[in-house]
């Protein structure tokens, strides 16, 4: 079945679900943030202080959001075996209290599919998988075999249904197995096998009910200002397949934005909130509230609010800051054709009118876990 909210099943690569995704007139808005790293200080912080002290200013405008979508940076576990299968410079948990702090800041879907969701092995992702559940906070990305890795989540935000789908490009040791644990891991590439799995899941939400396809992916270097060509190719092509909102992170850092026929493509949303330490020539707490309002079941504007992360809270950015960050966002987008608008709250952009047909409105040839089984053979043959 899909991940929760459950709303539907999946069975043999198709959904026995046909209930429509809810239309409705007025604005719904998805909020879209980076990295939650809760490990660390954040994780001890969250056990003696209130969980909305986390979010401090920003909360208003998360909390005015229909559904705050984030990735899931650390593992939300008790158990204390690191994972040991190879070499790994850094391994991160929450304590299960990290829940009440997602719920504080309306974060109602993550993605589990990055390079520390199995920082304490099989068991700590099992845990976090739980713990998210009991919340009826949606997730897709990992799971306990290569079928529940590639699982979409299926959930309602307001009066729509949003269909998520996770993956990364990061951590190969931690790919999910035909009967093993782990993550939604593809290379980044626009060869036919590999988007028409992105168009088969797009298109099985959308027949599950989902009016609008999320598809969240953990890809890229550390530190990248910048997305490469490769990687602008395959959010392109994640959009034709039928996806509305490319939700990018990994980089640490914020990278620009797009309005690409009829979607929006947000490269990298940079992190939201950790405990780590900044440089001033990286700026790893500069960063955004990415609010995507649909109209009508459709993506129609990118609003985006200027974020300082600092010391495990995140706070609206004002005065400088405002307009570094700002700036910053206005520079990177330039660079990949978008021209940002100035409001009083920070940055806007219009959706471009949608293409005439997309690759969702034609029945793909193969299923989903044909696609994931030849990629797996592939791999181990390697």
């Known amino acids: 079945m899909y991940n929760a909210n459950v709303l539907g099943a999946f069975a043999g690569g198709r959904s026995s679900l046909s209930r ?5 007139s007025r604005p719904v808005k998805l909020c879209f943030v980076g990295d939650l790293m809760l490990g660390g200080s954040i994780s001890e912080l969250a056990i003696r202080q209130p969980a ?33 299968e190879c070499w790994k410079a850094h391994h991160f948990r929450a304590d299960p209290k990290v829940i009440d702090v997602l719920k504080a800041g309306n974060v109602r879907a993550v993605n589990l599919a990055n390079n520390h969701i199995l920082d304490y092995g099989a068991q700590g992702l099992n845990d976090t998988i739980l713990h998210l559940g009991a919340a009826e906070i949606a997730h897709a990305g990992a799971g306990m075999d290569l079928a529940a890795a590639w699982r979409p989540a299926l959930f309602r935000a307001g009066p729509l249904t949003v269909g998520l789908i996770g993956l990364t490009s990061r951590m190969k040791e931690f790919a999910a197995g035909q ?51 490769r990687f602008r190719g395959f959010a392109h092509a994640a959009i034709e397949a039928g996806v509305d909102v490319f939700h990018g992170h990994s980089a640490h850092v914020i990278q620009g934005v797009e309005s690409y026929k009829g979607g929006f493509i947000l490269y990298d949303t940079g992190d939201f909130l950790d405990d780590y330490s900044y440089y001033p020539g990286l700026r790893l707490d500069h960063s955004f509230a990415f609010v995507v309002e649909y109209r009508d079941s459709r993506p129609a504007k990118l609003d985006l609010y200027p974020v300082l992360v600092s010391h495990g809270h995140a706070s609206v950015a004002k005065g400088d800051e405002f307009q570094r960050i700002a700036r910053k966002m206005i520079r990177r987008s330039a660079r990949l054709g978008t021209e940002l608008h100035e409001t009083t709250a920070g940055l806007s952009l219009a959706a471009q009118a949608p293409a005439r047909a997309r690759a969702f409105d034609q029945e793909p040839a193969i299923s989903c876990a044909s696609i994931m089984n030849e990629r797996l053979f592939i791999s181990a043959a390697k």
């Open 20 to 24: 429509p995704g809810l239309s409705t």
């Open 52 to 84: 909305a002290d986390f979010w401090r200013d920003t909360a208003p405008i998360l909390t005015s959001a229909d559904a705050v979508i984030a990735n899931l940076e650390s593992a939300i576990t008790t158990h204390a075996t690191r994972w040991s």
């Open 179 to 229: 009967d093993a644990p782990g993550t939604a891991f593809l290379s980044i590439s626009s060869e036919p096998a590999t988007l028409a799995l992105i168009g088969r899941l797009a298109s099985e939400l959308r027949a599950a009910g989902a009016a609008t396809v999320v598809l969240s992916a953990h890809w890229g270097p550390d530190m990248k200002s910048w997305p490469s060509r």
